[in-house]
T-cell receptor
Framework: AQTIHQWPVAEIKAVGSPLSLGCTIKGKSSPNLYWYWQATGGTLQQLFYSITVGQVESVVQLNLSASRPKDDQFILSTEKLLLSHSGFYLC??????????FGPGTRLLVL | DAKTTQPDSMESTEGETVHLPCSHATISGNEYIYWYRQVPLQGPEYVTHGLQQNTTNSMAFLAIASDRKSSTLILPHVSLRDAAVYHCIRMQQGTGSKLSFGKGAKLTVSP
């Protein structure tokens, strides 16, 4: 069975601190992977997408970066968090014909 | 303009059949209509999608107008679990396809 896992589930971080969020896909080789962000009460925005290892395209940066170090792994990071980075981060993947399926998400609070 | 138009909200009662409308008057011939739903603090859940023909699955029936300028998501016999924000999205399938979420339509289900 194909599964998508995100870590951590939730995090509280200080402004200016670094951040690393992870997403892992199991059961599907070479999936397209996506990062989304949703501010509290806001709409979901696509940040990055990747179709293969080592290749990441930026849609909306928000002072964040993404990397795909392995076929089944997608990382979202920044060296300095801003208050505006608070929100809900979602990883998504496409196992079949571009239909995107979302992970459980990571809640981030920046203080 | 890749936007769609949905009502802000709709109300229903358990057991009813709900019709959620969506207008996409400028849709291109190669754009699919996708429906997702989202409840707070969870990632969007894929509901269904279609191009030209009506489609049906275990969750819903998607009726697409013959001119493709509108569609209706039909939820039979709704339960409290169907309460969510429903998103109607246009998307051109292909590498790195971008899902653009708007505010969606909030469906309230009363006992």
């Amino acid at each position: 069975a194909q599964t998508i896992h995100q870590w951590p589930v939730a995090e509280i971080k200080a402004v200016g601190s670094p951040l690393s969020l992870g997403c892992t896909i199991k059961g599907k080789s070479s999936p397209n992977l996506y990062w989304y962000w949703q501010a509290t009460g806001g709409t979901l925005q696509q940040l990055f997408y990747s179709i293969t290892v080592g290749q990441v395209e930026s849609v909306v940066q928000l002072n964040l970066s993404a990397s795909r170090p392995k076929d089944d792994q997608f990382i979202l990071s920044t060296e300095k968090l801003l208050l505006s980075h608070s929100g809900f981060y979602l990883c998504a993947w496409t196992p079949v014909q571009d239909t995107q399926y979302f992970g459980p998400g990571t809640r981030l609070l920046v203080l | 303009d890749a936007k769609t138009t949905q009502p802000d909200s709709m109300e229903s009662t358990e057991g009813e059949t709900v019709h959620l409308p969506c207008s996409h008057a400028t849709i291109s011939g190669n754009e699919y209509i996708y429906w997702y739903r989202q409840v707070p603090l969870q990632g969007p859940e894929y509901v269904t999608h279609g191009l030209q023909q009506n489609t049906t699955n275990s969750m819903a029936f998607l009726a697409i107008a013959s001119d493709r300028k509108s569609s209706t998501l039909i939820l039979p016999h709704v339960s409290l679990r169907d309460a969510a924000v429903y998103h109607c999205i246009r998307m051109q399938q292909g590498t790195g396809s971008k899902l653009s979420f708007g505010k969606g339509a909030k469906l309230t289900v009363s006992p």
